[in-house]
């Protein structure tokens, strides 16, 4: 028992201790490639160190050091490529170079893996499995095979031990994030700690080829674009570590392949791959968050199959509904609009909203207001992501997901389709969207859902007004309120209360000036008429009708002026 307990506490410092020994070789590399200068503005390290001077060789170093600290780090680099809210342009340029392939392993280091996962006998489900790799990547590689049944297929095999590197790596990380925040402004001002949590949620996923092979097959079911195609999977053998699909036989899209087509058929190309993500985005809410040309095989009569589902993004119907907003509002040119669906992404921050709304309209003025050909989609979401950093506003992963997903969208269209504007191919999918606003059955269930709230809160209702009636009997009432009002808004709210006092005095002037009306008439000519109480009476009624009219007047006059 003591022996157990006392591995246990073993174990735990050196699961504490694990950062603090990679740590230092981190830094170490980094300098060795004289790349000190990004650990000195992070804060973390000081002193003089040998500098690159010009970015060309500065980015190269910083290549070659994320190469030599691994697949990890490798990931890192390319995580990065998409965040030009984060990085110059010129070193986003360098980090996008980063080799996707690596050397591959062993066929004989692989082999136990695919074993192991197929009940300790894989002979039992492929006639052949060939040994060189189709490709290999920095978390694994892929094998051709044929099934018994004679169907080709493809092996995707995690690399032996990656997870366990991976996640000792971004522990690291994530210590010398906070570190990095405790030391330096610029590492807090750009978020340090939020990023590596973002790429830590976004590798580990990719980490998991069973959740991948889940991802697949339900895009598959939700296909229904006439020249898109997605690979058959195995989903009942799909494990964390070995996924099996469809081998796709098909041509990659390079310039030999793209040599051969016509123009028209390049643009049908464009246009189904952005047909199919909005398909994806706005109808099912998953989506292929990675769509560059690699990930892309050029099928018979122009069919395009869809590769690689590592990298995928899920939208709830909340977020859903938030980017269509986000969207009409840009489209209108709305910055009102589109600053308040942005706050509603962080409904916890308190920020300054006038100055947000400026910011939002001239960045919109720079984008929206010149002809909607020269726009760059991916510098405007850069531009936006940089504006909500700047007032600390928390962005969804998965809208940094959709960001990224148009940044490697716009790299693919621009070689299939270099003289076509991205817009012009973006406008031919809007009516997706719109019929997606119009959805019947999406809107049926709204209207469900809505409903059924109002069910919960009006059977609350009871509850809160015997609670409020128990605070007012023991004469502790509780009432909470926080407004933070400009200038112009209590002028809105002073004015809506003339025009509500407006509204209650005119009524008042109606209901008594009918009933003196109706008592005129029926007392006229009565003995009760001549009575001097009715006659006082009916004095102090006109009184208090001049009264209101008096009232009125000086109501109508304080509203215009408002």
């Not at 390079?254 to 087509?261: G, H, P």
């Not at 398909?279 to 809410?285: K, R």
């Not at 007004?465 to 007012?472: D, G, K, P, R, T």
């Not at 009002?485 to 209901?511: C, N, P, W």
Request: proline content about 3%; hydrophobic content about 45%.
């Amino acid at each position: 028992m003591k022996e157990s307990e006392t591995m246990k506490a073993r174990m735990e410092v050196m699961v504490k201790l694990r950062p603090m020994l990679r740590g230092p070789e981190i830094i170490a590399i980094f300098i060795k490639h004289g790349c000190a200068s990004y650990l000195q503005r992070l804060g973390l390290v000081k002193g003089k160190y040998k500098k690159n001077d010009s970015e060309n060789t500065k980015s190269a170093a910083l290549i070659a050091a994320l190469e030599e600290l691994g697949p990890t780090f490798v990931k890192l680099g390319q995580f990065l490529s998409t965040r030009g809210d984060e990085l110059p342009a010129s070193l986003i340029n360098e980090l996008k170079k980063l080799q996707k392939s690596v050397t591959p392993l062993a066929f004989s280091a692989m082999k136990p893996i695919i074993d192991a996962n197929l009940g300790g006998h894989s002979e039992r489900y492929f006639s052949s499995i060939e040994e060189v790799p189709l490709g290999a990547a920095s978390i694994g590689q892929v094998h051709a095979a044929v099934l018994k049944s004679g169907e080709a297929v493809a092996l995707k095999v995690r690399r032996p031990n990656i997870e366990k590197q991976v996640k000792h790596d971004i522990e690291t990380l994530q210590e010398l994030a906070k570190l990095a925040e405790r030391n330096s402004h610029y590492a807090r001002e750009v978020q340090v700690v939020l990023l590596v949590r973002e790429f830590s949620r976004s590798l580990l996923t990719e980490l998991n080829f069973k959740q991948e092979a889940q991802a697949m097959r339900t895009m598959q079911d939700n296909n229904h674009h006439p020249k898109l195609y997605i690979p058959d999977v195995a989903i009942k053998l799909a494990t964390a570590d070995l996924l099996i699909q469809e081998r796709i036989m098909g041509e990659d899209l390079n310039k030999e392949t793209l040599s051969r087509l016509t123009e028209d058929e390049k643009e049908e190309l464009s246009t189904t791959i952005c047909e199919a993500l909005t398909m994806q985005l706005f109808e099912h809410g998953l989506f292929h968050a990675d769509p560059h040309p690699g990930n892309f095989k050029l099928l018979e009569n122009n069919v395009l199959a869809m590769l690689d589902f590592g990298n995928v993004g899920q939208l709830s119907e909340s977020l859903n509904e938030l980017l269509i907003d986000l969207i009409i509002a840009a489209s209108n040119r709305d910055a009102t609009s589109f600053t308040v669906a942005m706050l509603r992404l962080d409904t916890t921050n308190k920020i300054n909203r006038r100055a947000f709304e400026k910011d939002i309209d001239r960045m919109m003025a720079r984008y929206l207001q010149s002809d909607m050909s020269n726009i760059n989609y991916g510098q405007l979401i850069q531009d936006i992501l940089l504006i909500a950093r700047s007032y600390t506003i928390e962005i969804p992963f998965e809208f940094l997901q959709i960001g990224q997903a148009i940044l490697k969208l716009q790299d693919t269209l621009l070689i299939l389709t270099p003289n076509l504007s991205m817009s012009v191919i973006l406008r031919k999918t809007l009516p997706i969207v719109v019929k997606e606003q119009l959805n019947v059955t999406k809107m049926g269930n709204k209207v469900k859902s809505n409903a059924h709230l109002l069910y919960q809160a009006a059977r609350q209702l009871p509850v809160t007004i015997n609670e409020v009636l128990h605070q007012l009997k023991d004469g502790k009432p509780v009432v909470k309120m926080e407004m933070n009002m400009d200038d112009k808004l209590l002028q809105r709210i002073e004015k809506l209360t003339y025009m509500l006092i407006f509204g209650v005095g005119l009524l008042a002037f109606s209901i008594l000036t009918a009933g003196l009306f109706v008592g005129f008439s029926s007392a006229s000519g009565s003995a009760a008429f001549n009575n001097l109480t009715f006659r006082i009476m009916a004095i102090t009624a006109l009184t208090i009708v001049l009264f209101f009219m008096l009232l009125l007047v000086w109501l109508i006059r304080r509203i215009r002026k408002k």
